[in-house]
């Protein structure tokens, strides 16, 4: 081979090694703006792998706020009937209150009532006005006692259970007043007791009682016992039980 021909190939070489060089090297601008070959397949595959935002915002999980938020209406939604009930028995109660309040200093008012230490839900009843021709009106005459004073209370499920009335005092015999202060008194039972009846009601029923069952005044010191909660509560639940065995016997006119 001549040494032209050897000069022509090595020209030849070096023009397709100079072409080669500028198809793999990128231009100055893509060398500030993209990643090398390896980092591009990483990012590529970390992106494979994560879900996209759009996916995430569709389905969000449950937050803690959520979660707690769900618990306490569950719980809210448990507790409705006591809290329903125990609203109807304020408003009940907090309505005859502020009624009765409104009379009870009229002269013709027969009763009073006062909160027990501003229990809306436990009452002192004081009684002034007795049937005067009945012989406990002389007995509190002669004794210098101006009132009966009852204690009354009310359950949870007031107005359609009945309040709880027992007499505190003066210690009284007969009248339907049984041991411990309780009231022998059909309307006082659950299946003799109406929600519509008042406190009202229960007091000129119990007023009407005692007359009509001739109560006295026991006003002897030798076995003198007083009147208190615990043995009235057991006397009433006896008392209950033996008329839903027996039924309730009306009195005769003869008797008032």
Not at 96 to 118: G, H, R
Not at 185 to 201: F, Q, R
């Amino acid at each position: 081979m001549s040494i032209n021909s050897k000069n022509k190939v090595v020209d030849a070489f070096r023009k397709l090694f100079h072409s080669s060089n500028k198809m793999i090297e990128p231009k100055k601008d893509e060398k500030k703006s993209s990643s090398s070959p390896r980092r591009l397949l990483c990012r590529h595959k970390t992106d494979a792998v994560q879900p996209s935002e759009s996916h995430l915002s569709e389905q969000p999980g449950p937050s803690l706020y959520d979660l707690l938020k769900d618990k306490k209406s569950s719980v809210n939604n448990s507790q409705k009937p006591i809290e329903k009930q125990v609203g109807i028995r304020q408003k009940r109660l907090m309505k005859e209150f502020a009624e009765i309040q409104k009379i009870q200093n009229y002269p013709d008012s027969s009763f009073t009532a006062e909160l027990i230490n501003d229990n809306l839900f436990e009452w002192h009843i004081r009684l002034k006005k007795i049937d005067e021709e009945s012989q406990l009106f002389k007995d509190m005459t002669k004794f210098g006692i101006n009132h009966i004073l009852l204690h009354i209370s009310f359950p949870e499920n007031f107005p359609f259970s009945p309040p709880f009335l027992r007499v505190i005092s003066p210690f009284i015999e007969r009248g339907f007043v049984m041991e411990g202060g309780a009231i022998c008194m059909e309307l006082l039972t659950p299946k003799g007791w109406a929600s519509a009846y008042t406190v009202e009601a229960v007091i000129t029923q119990f007023a009407a009682s005692v007359v009509k069952g001739q109560g006295r005044i026991y006003n002897k010191t030798k076995n003198f016992k007083e009147f208190n909660q615990r043995s009235a509560k057991e006397s009433f639940r006896s008392l209950v039980k033996t008329h839903d065995k027996y039924g309730w016997v009306t009195p005769s006119l003869s008797e008032g």
